[in-house]
């Protein structure tokens, strides 16, 4: 089957391309313009899928998991970005990092009430003030890195430095595994 030409646009032209928690916070980071947006199909927002029809290289792309780590009662949520060829390190650095007797991936149900994102279109970008965003070293090093949009039918474009330098993100060598 051939490839499906993606048709990138400047991503605060095109709001209806973003979950609105997404289009929010890019509206106030200044490096908004140098992140693009390009519609897909729904169906295909699942990395491998969507690589795969799209053209674009696994080592490109990069997903966030929402880890939600437990000591006692309390419950803390974090963003954790990781190269769509490796699994972020729940259980043992993102454990830790955080402070952790417990860490799993948040509940979907969960995620998705307290993110505004539909699931399977997670991104760093527009998560509740306060999460931290845990971003593994070799995705803040892409020249140029896909993440969602915060829905599935769009994927946005940028500079993995960018994604180091969101509110709340800290840079982890070795979060992906």
């Known amino acids: 089957m051939p490839l499906s030409p993606l048709s990138l646009h400047a991503a605060l032209a095109s709001p209806e391309l973003l979950a609105a928690p997404v289009y929010a916070a890019l509206r106030s980071w200044p490096a908004a313009a140098e992140v693009e947006v390009a519609g897909i199909d729904p169906a295909l927002a699942d990395t491998a899928a969507f690589c795969a029809r799209y053209g674009v290289p696994l080592e490109e792309s990069a997903n966030c998991v929402v880890i ?15 190269a769509a060829t490796t699994r972020a390190d729940v259980n043992g650095l993102v454990r830790r990092h955080l402070g952790a007797r417990k860490a799993s991936f948040g509940p979907v149900h969960e995620v998705t009430a307290l993110t505004g994102m539909e699931y399977g279109g997670i991104t760093p970008i ?3 003030a306060g999460w931290p965003v845990l ?4 995705v803040a090093k892409l020249g140029s890195a896909v993440v969602g949009s915060g829905i599935r039918g769009s994927k946005l474009w940028l500079p993995g430095r960018l994604l180091a330098e969101l ?5 982890l060598p070795g979060l992906g595994i």
Do not use: F, N, Q, S
């Open 126 to 128: 527009g998560l509740p």
């Open 167 to 171: 509110p709340g993100a800290e840079v």
């Open 68 to 82: 939600a780590a437990k000591r006692g009662g309390d419950t803390t949520y974090a963003g954790c970005v990781v």
């Open 135 to 138: 971003v593994d070293a070799a």
